[in-house]
C-alpha cells in the first residue's frame, strides 16, 4: 500500500562495500504517488544524517533520482529538491579541485576535481521536465550525486595514492566499525556537515 503524502520516513543509508551502490539504476517510469514519497522520504533522511545530496541507491532503491538540500547551498532557499532520471547535458567552467565526502562512506574524505558548470535535465516531483545550468558548488554536488546513479563513488575519482591513503578509512566501514546513518540506531555514527 502507498503512503499518500504522510509524514516523511526515516531511511537506513547503504553503506560503502554494498553492491547495490554498484549498480546501474533504472529510469523511474513514472512519477507516482510512491516516487514523491520516496522524495520526501530522502529529503528528510538526507538533512538529518547532514548531507548535501542523497541518492536512491543509498537508501536502497536502484532509481535514477536524488535530492539535493538547496537550503545548505543557497541563503534564499530553504527547499530540498528531487532530480528524477536527470542528464548532464554540458559540462564546461573550469575543473575545480575540492574536498568531497559520502552519506554512505562515512568519516572519509577526498578531494575530487569536477567542472563548476554544467547543463542539466530532469524531471521534478511535478512529472515537468526541467533544464538548467548550475554553476559552483551546487554543480559539484549535482555531479557527485549524478555519478551514483552510474554506480561510481567519489573514491573512485581520486588517485591510485590517495586511495591507497583511504584504505582504513573504507576498511572500518567494511568491518562495520564506522557506520553510514541508521534511523534504528542514529547514535551509532557520528556524522559531520561535509559535501556528502
Known amino acids: ?17 554494498d553492491p547495490l551502490l554498484r549498480r546501474q539504476s533504472v ?15 530522502m529529503i528528510e533522511t538526507m538533512r538529518v544524517a547532514s548531507g548535501l545530496g542523497l541518492a536512491a541507491p ?9 535530492v539535493i538540500d538547496w537550503a545548505v547551498l543557497d541563503e534564499d532557499r530553504d527547499d ?13 567552467g ?9 552519506l554512505s562512506i562515512p568519516k572519509v574524505y577526498a578531494d575530487v576535481i569536477r567542472p563548476d558548470k554544467v547543463k542539466v535535465r530532469y524531471t521534478n516531483v511535478n ?8 554553476v559552483g558548488f551546487a554543480a559539484r554536488v549535482f555531479q557527485h550525486e549524478y555519478d ?10 581520486v588517485t591510485a595514492d590517495v586511495r591507497k591513503d583511504l584504505k582504513p578509512g573504507l576498511q572500518a566501514i567494511l568491518t562495520g566499525e564506522v557506520k553510514p546513518f541508521d534511523p534504528e540506531h542514529p547514535d551509532e555514527s557520528l556524522m559531520e556537515k561535509e559535501e556528502r
Request: net charge neutral.
Open 27 to 41: 529510469k523511474v517510469e513514472k512519477v507516482t504517488a510512491e516516487i514523491k514519497q520516496l522524495a520526501n522520504d
Open 1 to 17: 500500500m502507498v503512503r499518500a503524502w504522510e509524514s516523511p520516513l526515516l531511511l537506513k543509508i547503504t553503506p560503502y562495500g
Open 80 to 92: 530540498g529538491v528531487a532530480y528524477i532520471n536527470p542528464e548532464i547535458l554540458e559540462k564546461a
Open 127 to 134: 512529472g515537468k521536465q526541467v533544464e538548467e545550468t548550475l
Open 148 to 157: 551514483h546513479l552510474s554506480g561510481v563513488l567519489f573514491i573512485d575519482r
Open 58 to 66: 543509498q537508501v536502497g532503491k536502484s532509481l535514477q533520482m536524488f
Open 94 to 102: 573550469n575543473n575545480v579541485n575540492k574536498q568531497e565526502g559520502c
